[in-house]
DNA sequence: ACCGCCAATCAAAGCGCTTCGATTATACGC
DNA sequence: GCGTATAATCGAAGCGCTTTGATTGGCGGT
C-alpha cells in the first residue's frame, strides 16, 4: 500500500503540502500543485491509513456503540435494536464516521467498555441501559461523549434520545379507555428498562385519572419475547375477573397474548383487546391484525448519533430529551368491550 | 491519560522493557522489575493504545463485518442475523478481536469497502452475500484475510462457512415426502441468496427423486417476509390444484403462509401442512405451534470468526466449506394429507 | 585473571500521518 | 526599485507504541 510519503516523492512535494491537499487544510495551494498531487494519488490509487491519522490527529471519528439489553440474544433480535442500529450506521456513515460494536452481555466494564477506552473511540452511544446495574456510571468514567439512547433524563445528566414513551402510552391508554375498557391489564417487558417504566406509570397514571384502581394483579414485568405474554396471558386469563383488554410491552409479547386467547377460546377482539408496539411486520398478518404503535426507531437512531458526532466536535449538546413521537396503527385487535363484561 | 512513557519514567525502567513486559515479549526480564513496572501500570492505571499499538503493529485486531443482504432493514431484523453476530462478537472478543460494522445496503465498493481497507481491519467476515452483485469481487480486491457466510463455495474459493441447507432441505422434504404429501410449495425468499438456492434445488431434486413432477406454480420467489409469505400463499391457494404443504423459507414467510390459510379458512394442518426456517421465538406460539427448522446461526457466527482469527495469524485455512446441521423441531403444524387431496 | 555467554536492559529507528514554525517566491503599494 | 504583506511550500517534531541491534553486568570454566 502507497503511504503518503510516496505521494509526496512521486508528485515531487513534500509531505505537509500533500497533506495539506489530501485534508483540504488551511494553507492555500496552487491549483496546479492540487492538481498534480491528486493526480498521483489516483494513479498510486493512494487512500490514507485511517490508523496513522487516528494517532497524529488524536482523533478515529469511530463511535463506540453498547446494547445495554442484558438478556440472551441481545443485540438486535427486536425491532427495536435493529432500526436504531441501522439509523446509527445511517448517519454516521454520512458524517464519516464509523461504528464499532463490543455488545455482550454485560459483566463488567473491563470487558465491555476497555475496547472503546483502549481504541480511542470519540464517543459512545449507550442503548436501553438497564437502570439496576453500574453500567452507566462505568461509562461516565470513561469521560468520553456518551448520548444515551432510552435512559431516564434526570440521571447522569447525559444527551438522551428516545421514543416519547409517555405519548405513546397514553396514545394507547386513550385508544383503550376511549373504547370503553376499564378492565385493562398492562405486560410491561423488562422491568428495568426505563421505557417500560414510563409506561407503567402512563398506564397507572390514566386508570387512576379515569377513575380506575389499579389492580396488581393486572400489571405484569416479563421478558419482551412471545413466551412471556403467552403465559402472563393464561395468567391473565385464569383470573376471575379476567381484563377486558392487554397492552402489551411489544408485538413480540403481543403474539403470545393473540396465541394464548386463540388457545382459551378468548375471541380476539370481542371478548379481549390487544395492543401492541412496534408494528413488527408480522403485526400486519395476524389474526386478527394486531392494532399497534409504530415506533420511529430509525429516526431516534440517526438523532442519537448526529447529536454525539456534534458533542464530538465540540458544539455544545445540553444534556436535553430528545423525543420522537411513535404513532398508533389501528387494526382489528381492539375494539369496545362487551356490554356484559 | 497516561503513555507507555509515563510508565517508563515512573518505573526508572526504558519504554522497551516496559513493552516488554507488557506483551509478555520475547525478552527475559527479571522478577522483581516486572513486578515494579506492572505496580506503576496500575498505579497509573494505565492502557495501551491500541491505535499506537496497531501503528506500530500494523494489526489492528480488529475484524470487518459486512452483511450482504440487500434488502431494507438489512441487518439483524432477522434470525439470521442476529444470531450470526452474537456468534461472531462473542468467538472475537475471547480471541481480543473487535468488530467494526459498516453495514449499509450495498451501493459501490468505495463506500462500504473502503473503512474496512483504510482502518486496516485485520480481517472481513461477510455474511450472505447476494450472489448478483459485484460484492465479493470487491471484497476480494481488497486482499484482506476473508471468510465468508452463506455463499457458494465454488466461487472465490475462500474459507466459508454455514448452515447445512442441503441437510436442512433433505429434512424438510423428508418430512412432509414421508407424511405423504406430492403437492409441496415451496416459497423460497430472496432467490439470489445461495441458501435459498441450495433449497430450492434440493427441493426440486427429492421431488423428481420421489417420482413428482415438480410444478412452476408451487415454486415462489418473494422475500423473507411475512408479506410476501401471505401473498404468496393467496396465490397458491387460488390455484386449481393448491399445494397440500408449504415449506416456507423462514419463519416470517410460514407466519404469512399461516395466516392466509387462517383468512381463506384452510385448516392448518388439516388442509395445508406448513414448515418454516430458523425457529424464531414466535414459533412456538403460533396455531398451531410451527414445525420448523432450528439453525444453529449463533454457532456459525462463532465458527467464522474463529476461521478468520487463525487466517490472520497466518495458519492455512483452506477454503472449504464449514457446515452446521439445522435439526428439525416438529410442532403441530404438518400432518398428513387429506386422503381426499 | 581472562574469555565467552547469556540474562537483562537500553537506545533509537520506524509505523504513516498531522501540524506548525520557518522559509522562499510572488504581488502590491508608493 | 525597495520594503512588506501574503501566497505557497517545506522541514521537523510529535502522536504512542513496537522492535531489534547494541550494551552492560555477572557467571562458570579454565
Redesign the pocket.
Known amino acids: 500500500?502507497p503511504?503518503?510519503?510516496d505521494v509526496a516523492k512521486e508528485s515531487?512535494?513534500?509531505?505537509?503540502?500533500v497533506?495539506?491537499v489530501?485534508?483540504d487544510?488551511p494553507?492555500?495551494?496552487?491549483p496546479?500543485?492540487r492538481r498534480r498531487i491528486l493526480e498521483v494519488v489516483n494513479r498510486l490509487n493512494y487512500h490514507?491509513?485511517a490508523v496513522?491519522?487516528g494517532?497524529?490527529?488524536?482523533r478515529t471519528n469511530m463511535l463506540g456503540i453498547y446494547y445495554g439489553v442484558v438478556d440472551s440474544p441481545s443485540i438486535a433480535i427486536n425491532a427495536y435494536s435493529a432500526g436504531v442500529l441501522q439509523g446509527v450506521l445511517t448517519a454516521a456513515t454520512e458524517a464519516m464516521y464509523n461504528v464499532t460494536h463490543v455488545t455482550l452481555p454485560w459483566r463488567d466494564a473491563e470487558e465491555s467498555l476497555a475496547p472503546f477506552r483502549d481504541r480511542r473511540s470519540d464517543g459512545i452511544l449507550v442503548v436501553a441501559p438497564p437502570t439496576d446495574s453500574d453500567l452507566m456510571p462505568a461509562l461516565c468514567s470513561l469521560r468520553l461523549p456518551l448520548v444515551a439512547i432510552s435512559w431516564p433524563p434526570e440521571q447522569g445528566n447525559i444527551p438522551t434520545v428516545d421514543v416519547d414513551d409517555v405519548a405513546g402510552a397514553n396514545l394507547v391508554m386513550d385508544h383503550l379507555l376511549g373504547l370503553g375498557h376499564r378492565r385493562i391489564a398492562h405486560l410491561m417487558g423488562h422491568s428495568n428498562l426505563i421505557s417500560a417504566e414510563v409506561r407503567r406509570n402512563v398506564y397507572q397514571e390514566r386508570l387512576i385519572a379515569a377513575g380506575i384502581e389499579p389492580r396488581p394483579e393486572y400489571l405484569l414485568p416479563g421478558l419482551y419475547d412471545t413466551k412471556s405474554g403467552y403465559e402472563n396471558t393464561l395468567r391473565l386469563l385464569a383470573l376471575p375477573e379476567p381484563p377486558t383488554a392487554i397492552f402489551a410491552g411489544n408485538d413480540e409479547i403481543a403474539f403470545g397474548v393473540l396465541e394464548a386467547a386463540r388457545e382459551r377460546g378468548v375471541a380476539v377482539p370481542e371478548q379481549l383487546s390487544v395492543i401492541g408496539v412496534d408494528d413488527r411486520p408480522p403485526a400486519a398478518f395476524t389474526t386478527p391484525p394486531l392494532t399497534t404503535l409504530r415506533q420511529p426507531f430509525q429516526r431516534v437512531g440517526e438523532e442519537a448519533a448526529r447529536l454525539l458526532i456534534q458533542r464530538i466536535a465540540g458544539d455544545a449538546v445540553p444534556a436535553v430529551l430528545h423525543l420522537f413521537p411513535p404513532e398508533l396503527v389501528e387494526r382489528g385487535s381492539t375494539t369496545a368491550p362487551f356490554a356484559g363484561s
Open positions: 500500500m503511504t503518503i510519503y515531487g512535494f513534500s509531505l505537509a503540502t497533506s495539506n489530501l485534508n487544510g494553507r492555500p495551494v496552487r496546479e500543485t490514507p491509513n496513522a491519522r494517532l497524529a490527529r488524536q
